[in-house]
């Protein structure tokens, strides 16, 4: 059974960077879409970005300029970088394995995150 | 903002049948998925494809989609249903994921 036990550092200062990393144990990244997600204390789900297999990402239009995801196949691992932190980033942050159904076997596309990290709480605050 | 648009606050009678809808333009291309999260847990997949359960998840759950709308359905809900629960996608353009806003589930 796949698990990811994320872990990284909870307590920033403003402008610094955040930094988590998501474990995969059990098993690979082939074929699947590897994503981070936050939660605000209080409000919803925000999809951050994603990289697929083949290191491919795409980020939200909101966080493009701030997000760099990245994959470490020799180690099984993803990471999430977001520099120049605020507190509007103060937020629970989950990993999560996506799969996409989009191609000629699909009759309709659709995409889930079946796995889950139970999230890191990340706070922003001088 | 949302690219799925969900209502804030669904209530439903115990044991009664409850349809949570999440509305959006892409979903005219995409079968939405649904997440069930409680307090203090990560979300958990509870309906993907076109109405397909994970393991574990109870059947009365159940999925389904027309035109821009798909729709969750808890038939006999449980008090272990209250629950926030979102609708996720990927956009128009394939290239990013959205999330709808939320739907906070009460069972009275």
């Known amino acids: 059974q796949v698990q990811l036990p994320q872990w990284g550092a909870g307590l920033l200062k403003p402008s610094e960077t955040l930094s988590l990393t998501c474990p995969v144990y059990g098993g690979s990244f082939s074929g699947y879409y590897w994503n981070w997600i936050r939660q605000p204390p209080g409000k919803g789900l925000e999809w951050i970005g994603e990289?697929?297999?083949?290191?491919?990402?795409n980020y939200s239009p909101s966080l493009t300029s701030r997000v760099t995801i990245s994959l470490d196949t020799s180690k099984n691992q993803f990471s999430l970088k977001l520099s120049s932190v605020t507190a509007a980033d103060t937020a629970v942050y989950y990993c999560a394995r996506g799969w996409y159904c989009n191609g000629a076997g699909c009759y309709k596309y659709y995409y889930y995150m079946d796995v889950w990290g139970k999230g890191t709480t990340v706070t922003v605050s001088s | 903002s949302s690219e799925l648009t969900q209502d804030p606050t669904v209530s439903v009678a115990l044991g009664q049948t409850v349809r949570i809808t999440c509305q959006g333009d892409s979903l005219r291309n995409y079968y939405a998925s649904w997440y069930q999260q409680k307090p203090r847990q990560a979300p958990l997949l509870v309906i993907y494809d076109k109405n397909n359960r994970p393991s574990g998840i109870p059947d009365r759950f159940s999925g389904s989609s027309s035109g821009n709308t798909a729709s969750l359905t808890i038939t006999g809900a449980q008090a272990e249903d209250e629950a926030d629960y979102y609708c996720n996608s990927r956009d128009s353009s394939g290239n990013h994921v959205v999330f709808g806003g939320g739907t906070k589930l009460t069972v009275l």
């Open positions: 990289i697929n297999h083949s290191g491919s990402t």
